[in-house]
């Protein structure tokens, strides 16, 4: 399965050469770059070849470019290696092959390889855990922008999976995230102002939190602003307000939600 991290790696590269495929000259023109020792060309030539679904060929100019030090090319050539795609000189799946990979990507200051490779250590799958790496990892994929990396270490230092629990720090984390537009990171961190956890009490900028969230198509974020406006907690009480909110929540998708309108005098809301 392709996570969000990986995800964002070939989305890096379609968003650079146009999200499709090029014309078969254009493609050739960077197979000659290449050749020529442009590992960039390396790279795009690969994310195209992905593109067409030729995934050894697009593994071959992935490893060129990620020993161009193309951090990019190196978390995709990963990617495929996990799957078992077989670019000389690799052989079957390789987890182990895959997570070296990821390494160099994160080396070359790719933040998404940092991220994935902390989150397989995390997890212990497909590779064998190791919390203290996994750690270190996600701190270098928040430093490099990742703001996914970031949310990790909000889960980590709530939780206290190897280091100290630390609300005060996890909230950081989670900010640091929800300032990358991590909408998990900034649910976390409204429900914390909310509830006045690792941060001072503050309904109100759980609710401007919550609407963001609610704005972005996040169901559980319409209905926690919904209720603040049902109780008048950090907005004004406004029960149509809320019923507004809960009507969205159950139009992109919380079904609990088709129901709640019930509580403020509403109609139910049946979902067709």
Same mark, same amino acid.
Do not use: H, K, Q, S
């Given at each position: 399965m392709m996570t969000r991290a990986n995800r964002a790696v070939l989305l890096v590269l379609l968003l650079a050469i146009g999200g499709r495929p090029l014309h078969a000259q254009i493609l050739e023109e960077r197979v000659t770059a290449c050749d020529k020792g442009d590992v960039a060309a390396c790279r795009d030539a690969g994310a195209q070849y992905e593109l067409r679904a030729d995934f050894e060929r697009a593994a071959g100019y992935y490893l060129i470019a990620c020993d161009g030090r193309q951090g990019v090319a190196c978390a995709n050539l990963a990617r495929l290696v996990a799957r078992g795609v077989r670019p000389p000189p690799f052989g079957n799946a390789d987890p182990s092959r895959a997570a070296a990979l990821y390494q160099a990507s994160c080396d070359y200051e790719y933040a998404p390889g940092c991220t994935t490779l902390g989150t397989w250590l995390e997890r212990g799958f497909p590779i064998g855990i190791d919390i203290t790496r996994s750690l270190g990892l996600f701190r270098r994929g928040c430093d490099? @922008?990742?703001?996914?990396?970031? *949310? *990790?270490?909000?889960? #980590?230092?709530?939780?206290? =999976? @190897? #280091?100290?629990?630390?609300?005060? =720090?996890a909230a950081q984390y989670y900010s640091r995230g929800c300032d990358g537009v991590d909408q998990p990171s900034c649910f976390r961190l409204a429900e914390m102002y909310e509830q006045g956890q690792g941060v001072t009490s503050n309904p109100a900028r759980a609710a401007i939190l919550y609407l963001r969230g609610c704005e972005a198509n996040d169901p559980n974020a319409c209905v926690r602003l919904g209720s603040m406006y049902e109780e008048g907690r950090g907005v004004p009480r406004d029960a149509d307000r809320a019923k507004q909110l809960y009507r969205r929540a159950c139009d992109i998708g919380n079904s609990a939600a088709c129901r709640l309108p019930l509580i403020v005098g509403g109609d139910v809301i049946v979902r067709p």
């Open positions: 490099l @922008g990742d703001p996914e990396a970031c *949310r *990790r270490l909000g889960i #980590v230092y709530e939780a206290g =999976t @190897g #280091v100290v629990p630390n609300t005060g =720090t």
